[in-house]
């Protein structure tokens, strides 16, 4: 297994440009997530997905939009990127763990989005 | 909403050296999961503690499960230079999700 995967591992973005962020599990794991991490900072949870078709906002939601059109990818999406996004993105997916809440996450490697 | 506190924020120890480095919540907390996060690299699962009073232990790694479940404790025993990045706590909250403390960030001097 793959696990989870990021793509593009690197990106740097004009002001005002849009890009997709893509992310794709393949551990079949309902649960998918979308966190920030800013320089010496923990992790913000962005967006969430509880299953194909079912998304949610999580703590720092504003400009950026989801899609989960299939359990396997939870892309994010930058509408008009603006320099408070510069940050490093991690996608995550969860299954049910041994409690059944899935709450062990499985982290991908990361986009590293500089905005100028 | 439910609000992790890691300390210390920073560690700098010598190769060999014993570390602990803790997580508290006003909350209780059902489950308590420590992350380690390599340089440029995403948080990977540790330990995961589920029952209160819990001592789990991974090689060198040891995580407890504090009884009053508003806290949670991870020791590292013979640090070597690998040892080196950010260890991240961990609680549910609701629907799958996680609250994540701030982390302490550890380097190993060899």
């Known amino acids: 297994n793959a696990g989870v995967t990021q793509t593009p591992k690197f990106r740097i973005l004009k002001i005002g440009q849009s890009m997709t962020l893509q992310c794709t599990q393949d551990m079949n794991h309902n649960y998918m997530y979308w966190y920030r991490q800013d320089p010496g900072m923990g992790l913000k949870l962005i967006y969430y997905?509880?299953?194909?078709?079912?998304?949610d906002k999580g703590e720092v939601p504003n400009g950026y939009n989801v899609s989960r059109s299939t359990t396997e990818d939870f892309p994010l999406r930058l509408e008009l990127a603006a320099p408070s996004q510069t940050s490093v993105y991690f996608c995550?997916?969860?299954?049910?763990?041994?409690?059944?809440?899935?709450?062990?996450?499985?982290f991908g490697p990361g986009t590293r989005l500089t905005v100028t | 909403g439910q609000q992790l506190n890691q300390s210390p924020q920073s560690m700098f120890i010598q190769e060999g050296e014993d570390v602990s480095m803790n997580c508290t919540s006003s909350s209780i907390f059902n489950t308590w999961l420590w992350y380690k996060q390599d340089p440029g690299e995403g948080p990977v699962l540790l330990i995961a503690l589920y029952k209160a009073g819990e001592l789990t232990s991974n090689g060198r790694l040891t995580a407890q499960f504090g009884i009053t479940r508003k806290d949670s404790f991870l020791n590292i025993s013979a640090s070597i230079p690998s040892d080196v990045g950010i260890y991240f706590c961990a609680g549910p909250t609701n629907a799958g999700k996680s609250t994540f403390g701030d982390g302490t960030t550890l380097t190993v001097k060899p």
């Open positions: 995550a997916s969860s299954s049910r763990g041994r409690t059944g809440s899935g709450y062990e996450q499985y």
């Open positions: 997905s509880v299953g194909a078709g079912i998304t």
